[in-house]
C-alpha cells in the first residue's frame, strides 16, 4: 500500500473558528487523541503568535512521541526561533514556513514583489533547515498564484531544504479538476519535485474541500491536511474523516493508497473535539453526523433488515459507531415498528399489529422522536384499552391567569359526532366539563395525577384520573405529548370504562 500522510491541524487551523479557544489541558487531551487516532502530524500551533499558544505547542512537544508535531511559522526569522524552540524538544519535530505566493497578497498584505517574495522563501526554508531536519513549506493562496511563479517557489523551497510542499486552496476558490491539473503542471514543471513530498490544504468556502483534497491525492499529492468535523476559518477545512473514508471505502478508486488512521477511533474523536470546542456536529454530518446510521424512511429500514448493504456503504462499527439506528418517526413502516416491537419483548400481528401501527403513525405526526418508552407505553395502552364507546375527535381551548377557561370537546359516539363547550376554572376543568354536556350525567373526578414518562422536550405526558359512577370508582389513563390532551384522554378513558362495564350508563 502507498501512504498517505494525515497532517492534523486542528489544533492551529481548528482552534481559528471563530469562538474556539482552548486552554492547555484541554489541547493535550486532543493531542494524545489524535495520536491514538493514528495521525502522522499533529500541527499544534502558530508559537509566535501568542505566549500561550507558545507554551502549548512546548507542552504538546514534550508528551506525544509517536507523531510529528509541527509548527507554523511566516518567512520571518524571529517566528522560525520561536516556533523551534517550542518543537525542538518533540521526538518528531517539523517546522512549518509560509508565504503568501497570489498576486494579491505580495501587493495588498505583504508590499514585496515575487522577486522579493521568492527570495524571502529561500532564505527562511534554509534558515530553518539549519535548526530541523524536517521542514515543510506552504504557498500560501497558491490556487490563485500564477503557476509559473509556484514552479519557481517549489523548486526553490525544495532546493533550500524543504521535505513537503504544501499547495493550499486558502480561500476555497479552486475546482476539483483544477486542482488536480496544478498539481500534474507542477510534478511536470519542477525539475526537483521527486525530491519532496507534496501536500494539500483545502479550505470549505465553496463546499469543495474534501472534494478537492481527493483530487489532489489523485494527481499525486500524499500529504492531507485537515481537521476533524472540518473545522477551521470560515467555512472550515477538509474534515479529515471524510478523506480517511472515503479512501478506505474506495479502494477500488484509489488503488493502493492508504492512511494509518485507526477507523475505529473517529467517531470517539470527533465527540472529544466537539465538547472541548463547543462546536456542535450537524446530524447529516458525513461519517460522523447523529444521522449518519440513522434511518427513519420506512422503505430504507425495510432493506437494512434485509441486509444493511442495500443502504449502507460504511459499517458504523468501523468508524466507532455502536450500531445503525432504525430510528422510528412518521417516515417509518410496519416493517421496522414490528422489528422494534419484537426486540422490545412484544410479539404481536394481524388485526392487533394494525391497531397499534396505526396508534403509533398517530403519535408520530405529534412527537418528533419516538423513544423504546414511547412504545412501551404506546403498546401497554393498546392492549389493555376498552372499547371506545366514546372517541376524542378535537379540543380547542382558551384560557388565561385572568379569565374563564373555555373549551370546546367533539367527541364521536355511535359513528356521530358530538361538539359541546363550557367554561371552568382552569383549562382542563372546563375541558372536563365539555365532555359531560357531550356524555351527560355527571361524573366526578376523585384523583388527577400526571407524570412523563418518555425523555426530552417533547416527551410524553401520562394523565391518570378516577371517576365515580355511582358507588363505583373507574380510573383511566392518556396519553399524548400535550398535557391537556393527555388529560382529556383520560377522562374519556375513564367514562369508557364505565360504560362497558355498565352499558345502562351509555
Known amino acids: 500500500m502507498e501512504h498517505i500522510i494525515i497532517f492534523d491541524t486542528t489544533l492551529r487551523d481548528g482552534e481559528q473558528t471563530p469562538g474556539v479557544s482552548l486552554n492547555l489541558p484541554e489541547k493535550l487531551e486532543i493531542a494524545r487523541q489524535l495520536e491514538r487516532l493514528g495521525v502522522d502530524v499533529i ?72 522577486d522579493e517574495v521568492l527570495a524571502r522563501a529561500a532564505e527562511s526554508v534554509a534558515y530553518a533547515k539549519s535548526l530541523c531536519e524536517d521542514v515543510e513549506f506552504s504557498c500560501e493562496d497558491a490556487t490563485r498564484s500564477d503557476w509559473d511563479f509556484l514552479v519557481k ?17 486558502t480561500v476555497g476558490y479552486i475546482m476539483p479538476d483544477e486542482y488536480a491539473e496544478l498539481f500534474r503542471y507542477l510534478r511536470s514543471n519542477v525539475p526537483n519535485i521527486n525530491r519532496a513530498i507534496l501536500s494539500v490544504h483545502c479550505h470549505d468556502d465553496l463546499g469543495m474541500a474534501v472534494a478537492n483534497s481527493l483530487s489532489g491525492i489523485l494527481a499525486g499529492a500524499r500529504q492531507v491536511e485537515c481537521t476533524i468535523n472540518g473545522m477551521g476559518e470560515r467555512a472550515g477545512n477538509t474534515a479529515m474523516e471524510e478523506v480517511v473514508m472515503a479512501v478506505k471505502t474506495r479502494a477500488d478508486h484509489y488503488g493502493q493508497l492508504d492512511t494509518q488512521i485507526v477507523t475505529q477511533r473517529i467517531a470517539p474523536t470527533s465527540r ?18 447523529a444521522n449518519a446510521f440513522a ?23 468501523d468508524v466507532g459507531v455502536e450500531k445503525t439506528s432504525l430510528v422510528l418517526g412518521k417516515h417509518s413502516g410496519r416493517h421496522a415498528f414490528q422489528d422494534r416491537l419484537a426486540q422490545l419483548g412484544y410479539t404481536i400481528s394481524g388485526e392487533e399489529l394494525d391497531d397499534a401501527f ?25 392492549l389493555a384499552d376498552v372499547p371506545e364507546t366514546y372517541v376524542l375527535e378535537s379540543f380547542q381551548l382558551q384560557s388565561g391567569n385572568k379569565i374563564k377557561s373555555i373549551a370546546s370537546v367533539n367527541l364521536i359516539h355511535n359513528g356521530s359526532e358530538r361538539m359541546e363547550a363550557a367554561v371552568g376554572d382552569g383549562p382542563i376543568n372546563a375541558a372536563y366539563n365539555a365532555v359531560e354536556a357531550v356524555v351527560g350525567g355527571h361524573w366526578p373526578l376523585v384523583d388527577y ?27 383511566g389513563k392518556g396519553l399524548a405529548p400535550d398535557i391537556i390532551e393527555a388529560s382529556v384522554r383520560a377522562y374519556v378513558n375513564a367514562i369508557n370504562r364505565a360504560v362497558a362495564e355498565e352499558p345502562s350508563m351509555r
Open 43 to 114: 500541527e499544534a500551533g502558530f508559537p509566535a503568535a501568542s505566549p500561550g499558544d507558545f507554551e502549548s505547542v512546548r507542552a504538546i512537544s514534550a508528551v506525544i512521541k509517536k507523531t510529528s508535531i509541527a509548527a507554523l511559522c511566516r518567512c520571518v526569522k524571529s517566528d522560525i526561533d520561536k516556533a523551534w524552540a517550542a518543537v525542538k524538544e518533540a521526538a518528531h519535530p517539523r517546522l512549518h514556513v509560509f508565504i503568501a505566493t497570489s498576486p494579491i497578497h505580495m501587493e495588498y498584505k505583504l508590499h514585496m514583489t515575487s
Open 272 to 289: 472529544l473535539v466537539s465538547t472541548l470546542t463547543g462546536i456542535n456536529v450537524q446530524p447529516f454530518k458525513a461519517v460522523v453526523g
Open 449 to 475: 395525577s400526571i407524570k412523563a414518562v418518555t425523555e426530552g422536550e417533547d416527551a410524553l405526558g401520562e394523565a391518570t384520573v378516577r371517576v365515580s359512577a355511582g358507588p363505583k370508582v373507574f380510573t
Open 295 to 317: 434511518h427513519e424512511s420506512g422503505i430504507h429500514q425495510h432493506g437494512m433488515l434485509q441486509n444493511a448493504r442495500t443502504y449502507e456503504i460504511m459499517r458504523p462499527e
Open 358 to 382: 396505526s396508534r403509533f403513525k398517530a403519535l408520530a405526526d405529534r412527537k418528533k422522536n419516538i423513544t423504546d418508552k414511547d412504545l412501551e407505553k404506546l403498546i401497554g395502552h393498546e
Open 153 to 169: 517557489m517549489v523548486s526553490a523551497a525544495i532546493d533550500a531544504g524543504a521535505t513537503t510542499i504544501n499547495i493550499p486552496d
